[in-house]
């Protein structure tokens, strides 16, 4: 079994920062997808960013420009860098690793206006 701890979650103003971690306690693939989910209130879940593991990364157009996306393949973790907040980013964040399908507990990311 795998788990996936986040942090970095909170609150923020519009147009301030956060930076979201992803550990996970073990791999049991060298070839995997690492990345970021979240939820809105009241809506489904939807794709924010993932990397794979040879350093390829995918966005969801409405975070291209303002978020980042990075890992670090020793430490087993993913990072994400989220700029340029705006309220429409509130949303509880998950963690997200294939092969596999785990997910972390989420995190919550709330914007202020």
């Known amino acids: 079994q795998v788990q996936l701890v986040e942090s970095g979650g909170g609150l923020v103003q519009a147009g301030g920062s956060l930076r979201l971690s992803c550990a996970a306690s073990?791999?049991?693939?060298?070839?995997?997808?690492m990345g970021w989910y979240r939820q809105p209130p009241g809506k489904q879940r939807e794709l924010v960013a993932i990397i794979r593991s040879g350093g390829s990364t995918n966005y969801a157009d409405s975070v291209k420009g303002r978020f980042t996306i990075s890992g670090d393949n020793a430490k087993n973790t993913v990072y994400l860098q989220m700029s340029s907040l705006k309220p429409e980013d509130t949303a509880v964040y998950y963690c997200?690793?294939?092969?596999?399908?785990?997910w972390g507990q989420g995190t919550q990311v709330t914007v202020s206006s």
């Open positions: 073990r791999i049991i693939s060298s070839l995997r997808v």
């Open positions: 997200y690793l294939g092969p596999g399908d785990y």
